[in-house]
């Protein structure tokens, strides 16, 4: 998870920060957030799986909690996050009454969630302490429960530029899908698969209906490595 005094410094301007970064793409964070679970509820529906508890890992100011309950169909989520300031900022907009907001520190795994999502969060974990946030998600999963982990792809300079340009992902220690998928596996996960989204800025936005032919290509800004829980 990220140093809780790191993005509670930057938590009264994150969305900001955030803005002027992917500003660059021409679009803005909702685009990116709405493709995101978009696609992940597409993954859901193909493997006939129904995410009704649903924990938002690093869920920062809660913006992703109305396109969980809206596109996902989540009945219950629960938002986590190290910053105290972001909690404080998510349980203020309160967007959904079904959604809860917790920092970590008060958190305990009790193995009820159908499905944990995240977002780059684990750029900003510290690679050693990259274990054991990933075996705190497998300890909020059911049996059989899925992780839809999602992060920059390092391979895409677009990604890159983004975050030269967002103050608090200067210093992120970004990680390769295949980084992902084997800390997922030493985990105890089964990676299911992993997609490459994002390729085309909104000037090249035509050319978007090609990405779902080379989806299984590092070529888009971020990769969603999608797994499910065996132990």
């Known amino acids: 998870m990220p140093g809780t005094f790191h993005f509670d410094r930057c938590a009264h301007d994150y969305d900001t920060a955030l803005d002027r970064g992917l500003s ?4 803005s964070r909702d685009h990116f957030a709405r493709g995101r679970i ?9 493997l006939n799986f129904a995410a009704r508890d649903v924990l938002d890992f690093g869920c920062g100011d809660g913006a992703s909690t109305p396109l969980l309950r809206q596109i996902v169909g989540a009945q219950r989520i629960l938002g986590l996050d190290e910053s105290e300031r972001s909690i404080a900022t998510a349980r203020q907009r309160q967007v959904a009454a079904d959604a809860t907001f917790t920092a970590t520190a008060e958190y305990t795994p009790a193995g009820d969630f159908d499905l944990a999502y995240t977002n780059g969060v684990f750029h900003h974990v510290p690679v050693p302490q990259r274990p054991a946030a990933i075996a705190l998600i497998r300890d909020s999963l059911r049996p059989g429960g899925l992780f839809a982990f999602w992060e920059n792809n390092p391979w895409s300079l677009p990604a890159r530029y983004v975050m030269s340009r967002i103050p608090f992902d200067r210093d992120a220690v970004m990680l390769s899908a295949r980084t992902a998928q084997q800390l997922a596996r030493d985990a ?3 990676v299911l698969r992993t997609d490459y989204l994002f390729i085309f800025p909104a000037v090249l936005r035509a050319l978007r209906p090609f990405e779902e032919i ?6 888009g800004a971020q990769y969603q490595v999608l797994c499910a829980k065996t132990r």
């Not at 660059?24 to 679009?27: F, Q, R, T």
């Not at 978009?38 to 193909?46: I, K, N, P, S």
């Not at 080379?214 to 070529?219: I, T």
């Open 38 to 46: 978009t696609f992940l509820a597409r993954c859901l529906r193909e």
């Open 188 to 190: 105890g996960f089964r």
């Open 24 to 27: 660059v793409s021409g679009e």
């Open 214 to 219: 080379v989806r299984g290509l590092p070529l």
